[in-house]
């Protein structure tokens, strides 16, 4: 990988960070109860541009900056799983079940979307 590619991963990956810590802070003030709605919104959204970025069929340096670099930063796998556990430790088997497959099935539901939007273009 070439010296502008790092450059462009650590940039957009620093930028990438801010926007999912913004985007869920904005979700979860806005939200009562203890379901993860802000790393749901972060999650979804996430694999929407993941999906748009594969259905324009981004390559080379520009799918390692994006892909890479800006939704690797973006997106949180251990956020959701750490969430999720605490949902079950204090006993909420309901929201714990809830996360999991809504964050799954949404997931795919909106990659799919992205995939099919980006391959409109």
């Known amino acids: 990988m070439s010296a502008p ?6 940039l957009v990956g620093g930028v990438a960070a801010l926007a999912r810590f913004t985007l ?10 203890s379901f993860p709605v ?11 541009v993941l999906g748009f970025v594969s259905g324009v069929a981004l390559h ?3 799918l390692t900056i994006v892909a890479g670099g800006g939704l690797g930063s973006y997106t949180t796998f ?5 969430e999720s556990q605490r949902l079950g430790e204090v006993g909420d088997a309901r929201a714990l079940w ?17 995939h099919w939007i980006g391959g409109l273009l």
């Open 24 to 33: 869920d802070l904005a979700v979860s003030d806005r939200a009562s109860g």
């Open 78 to 82: 251990s956020t959701w799983m750490f």
């Open 5 to 10: 590619t790092w450059i462009g991963v650590a």
């Open 38 to 48: 802000g790393t749901l919104a972060v999650n979804l959204s996430g694999t929407a």
């Open 60 to 62: 080379g340096a520009a």
């Open 98 to 114: 809830l996360n999991i497959s809504l964050s799954l099935l949404a997931g795919l539901a909106a990659v799919a979307l992205g």
